[in-house]
Structure formats: structure tokens, C-alpha cells
């Protein structure tokens, strides 16, 4: 008897599995789904609710990529610059990586056939979904393309010669009116940013210039208000679809490892991009790195660039650029240096190291003692590796800048025309008062305060 009803159990259970089976594959046979006024003529069906659809069919009706992982049971959907992904059984799913939430039936394998949530499919490419529950029909509509409005890609506006853009003027202290040190130097439709101290990236925004336009970085040195925004410079200026895709990097050794440290770092946040909808091109590749040595000269974008080893506390290289019977000198932080002069020699333009004010140098304040507190419950206590060097607390920083009266000797013997003062004090410099020292001190040039996005043309 006992094997009689084990039998009968056993029997019972293939007839609902088999039943059930049939319920299931045939709950949407009169389902019916439009996509933009066109039948979508693949399998459709409704479970729990929800409207699910061959993954197969929405690569035909939509015009995407489709990717189907049987070992992860995973479904890529990829259009434009939008994925999404889905996993059977899984209410979870992501669109360009980000998670979202589905409610109702989860995606399954129908026959083999991976079946989609129709819904989330088509919101994660801006379609709508309306339900008519009478003929059982989702229509899906999206927005026409000739509707949408067109990314187009950003343009250099051309000058006439050369023109620099002061895009921060200011040093190590914070100001809430200029950013960190950071220069534009551009020839016609060429742009070079030489520096990336912090805020740069939005001053050239606010510039009205488009940080993926500028595809040439050259840093003076790695002093932290001269790069601390390159990460935001160089990502920032690759994302997206206008982004940058080539990118050369000039400046001193530690210029290769900025950029390596930044590709280490951020490395799952660029893969995932870069796996869900950007080219590697302009972060991953297409980067190129020249680290200087020495003076040297080299060619970029048709202009002629020049260095020269300025005197600062770290490798500081200032730069010349010539290039249609016109010159733009940009020094980076300096003391008095000679090889200044001789780099600068009539030059058109010189952008200058101005950090010591008027009244003469300034002094580092000495260092107060200040006691080590213990770490909050749960925190850890960061530990260096070496203890710090205080031995130039109290200097004067006449070690690393150059006073006026040595800015206005090294302009003078280098007999530029025009003199742009940036890297400015914290107390600010008055034009008129600059005018009448830089006047006594026998420069004959036009010398000018930079204000930050201030634009200076070589006529």
C-alpha cells in the first residue's frame, strides 16, 4: 500500500509540474506588445503582472546588443551609451552599473529563451509603457530621434595668435575668489593647461571651455596647488560621450606615477565605465607621458615648446611657447633664476611667480606644538612613515619665491612686453601700486595683475 501511494504522490507531482508548466508558458498567449506602432513579433508573456519578453526580440525590435552568460545567467542589453544588465531569478538589476529595483516577476528562462522585464527594458532607454488590459497589449513608445536634443560635441573657439587665460592666480591658501595656480596658454585652436591646482577643471568651465577640449597638461611641478585637480581634469574630461580620447602629459619626474596612481585608484570605478559605455581611449590609452630631465625642446600641435630648471624646493621647469613670430613664457613658482631671463628673452607674454608681496619676503610661521589626540572609538590611527621635516618652520620663503624687486630684474633682462603677475599673495596685489614699482625698478614692459579667468591677448 505504502508503495501504491509513494507512486501516486509521485505521479500527482509530474502532472502539476507538467500542468503548471503549461499555465506558465501559456499565460501570455494572447499577450500581445507594440514597440513604436510595430508588432513585436517574438515571445511575450505575463507572470505575476509583469510583461516579459525574449531578449532575442528586443535585440531585433530595439536595435541593441545582447548578451546572454549562461554561466552567470546574466543578460547585457547595451544601445548608445546605456547597459543593462539583468540576472535570472534576480529582482536586482543595473543600468550603467548603478542599482535599481524591479517589482513583480524577476527575468527567467523560458524554453532556454532568456525573458526580459519589458518595462524596466524599455525606461532604462527613456521609452514610456502603457498597459491596455482589454486587448492585453503594452504599448511602448519612445521619443523620436529627430525629437531628442542632439549632443553636439564641443568647439575650440580660434584666436588670433596666442591668448592666456589666467584660470587660477592664487597659491597654497584658499581664497573664495580664485582658484589654485593653473594657466591656459592657446595658439589659434591649440590649448595647453599648463598646472591643475584645485578648481581648475570647473575654472575652465567657467572659462567657457570645455576640459575635453584640452588634451595637452603640463605641470611646472608637483607641489599640491600646482595638480591636486588633475584626477577631476583628466576623468572629467574623458567622460562622457564628447569626451577626451588623447592626452599628453609633459612635466617633471613623478608625472608618470600621478597618472598611474589615478589609474590605481580608480580602477573598478574606470572599468565599469569603460565596460558599460566609454572607450579606454584618452585614460587608458591614447595617454602619452614625456618627464623632463632638463631643458630640452619639443613639438606639440605645431608649437614649439621649451624648458628651462627654475630654483624651487622640488624639480620646477617653466615653459616657453613659440609658434607664429609669437612667444607666451609660464615660469611655475621660482625664486631669482637667470635661466629665467634667458628662456623669457622678448617674449611676448611672461606669466609669473608673483607669491612675495610689495612690502618685501614673507616669513613661514613658526609651528605651534600641538598634542596628538587619541582616535575616536572604532576609528584607526593614521601612522606615516616618516615624521615630517619642521626644520623650515619659521624661514623665510625667499627659498622658494622670488621677491618683486627679483621679479622685476629677471622681466627687465628678459625684456618681455608683457608681464602677467599670478601665484599672487594672500594680501593681493593693487594694480596701480605694481605699476608705479615695476615703473621704478626700470621695466619698460605692461606688467599686469592676473585676475582669475582673466584673458590676455600678445596685441
Known sequence: MKHFFRKAASFLILILAFTGALGYASAGADTKVTIDGKPFSDSAVIINGTVLVSMDGLEKAMELEAVFDSQTQSAVLKKNHTAVQFIMQKLEYKVNGNSRMLKGSTPTLLSGTPMLPLRAVAEAYGGTVTWTPETKTAVVHFQKADALPTLSAPKVEPVDGFQVVTIGT??????PTSTWSSTLVQYQDKLFLVDCGGGATYGLLNAGIAPSL????LFTHHHADHDTDYFTFAIGGWNGPTGRRALNLVGPAGTMELHEI????????????????????????NVFIKELNGPE?????????????????ID??????????????????????????????NADILVIDAHIPLTGATVI??????????????FTTFKIEQEPDLSSSGASLTRAHATMEEVAKMAKDAGVKKLILTHLPPSGLKQGEVEEFFKASGFEGTVIVGKTLGKYTVK
Do not use: C, W
Not at 584640452?214 to 597638461?217: I, Q, R, S, T
Not at 565596460?275 to 579606454?280: A, E, I, K, N, R
Not at 610661521?365 to 572604532?378: C, W
Open 170 to 175: 592664487s597659491g597654497p591658501p584658499l581664497s
Open 214 to 217: 584640452v588634451k595637452n597638461m
Open 262 to 285: 589615478m589609474m590605481d585608484y580608480y580602477k573598478e570605478d574606470l572599468q565599469y565605465r569603460i565596460q558599460y559605455s566609454l572607450p579606454p581611449q584618452g585614460i587608458a590609452k
Open 297 to 313: 625642446t619639443f613639438t606639440l600641435d605645431g608649437v614649439s615648446i621649451s624648458t628651462a630648471e627654475m630654483t624651487h624646493t
Open 316 to 345: 620646477t621647469f617653466a615653459y616657453r611657447f613659440d609658434a607664429g613670430g609669437q612667444s607666451v613664457v609660464v615660469s611655475g613658482d621660482t625664486t631669482y633664476d637667470a635661466d629665467l631671463a634667458k628662456l623669457a628673452k
Open 365 to 378: 610661521p613658526v609651528m605651534p606644538q600641538i598634542p596628538e589626540l587619541a582616535a575616536p572609538e572604532g
